[in-house]
Nanobody
Framework: QVQLVESGGGLVQAGGSLRLSCAAS????????MAWFRQAPGKEREFVAA????????YYADSVKGRFTISRDNAKNTVYLQMNSLKPEDTAVYYC????????????????WGQGTQVTVSS
């Protein structure tokens, strides 16, 4: 089983950028479909972005398309989420997740989770 640890969250002004990292141990990130989810207070956990294990196909939520980029560095066993043009509505705890194969955008499809990192965007 893979263990995931997120980092890189923080407080940023609207329009700014952050890069989140998800460091994996125990297994390689190339063995999994990797994804980012986020959860704002009082809201359900929602899909942000994913990358398939097999062919590096990317998927993005409409709300972040064109602003966020998911990537994977197999040598560092790390997945990243580059977030540009941040908006106050992007404020949430961001979670990294892994699944044996990409099976859609529901958080219930992902078996392995990190502890989350807080992102706060001020207006």
């Amino acid at each position: 089983q893979v263990q995931l640890v997120e980092s890189g969250g923080g407080l940023v002004q609207a329009g700014g950028s952050l890069r989140l990292s998800c460091a994996a141990s125990g297994r390689t990130v190339s063995s999994y479909a990797m994804a980012w989810f986020r959860q704002a207070p009082g809201k359900e956990r929602e899909f942000v972005a994913a990358i398939r294990r097999s062919d590096d196909t990317f998927y993005y939520a409409d709300s972040v398309k064109g602003r966020f980029t998911i990537s994977r560095d197999n040598a560092k066993n790390t997945v990243y989420l580059q977030m540009n043009s941040l908006k106050p509505e992007d404020t949430a705890v961001y979670y990294c997740a892994a699944a044996p194969v990409y099976s859609g955008r529901s958080y219930t499809r992902y078996e392995n989770w990190g502890q989350g990192t807080q992102v706060t965007v001020s207006s």
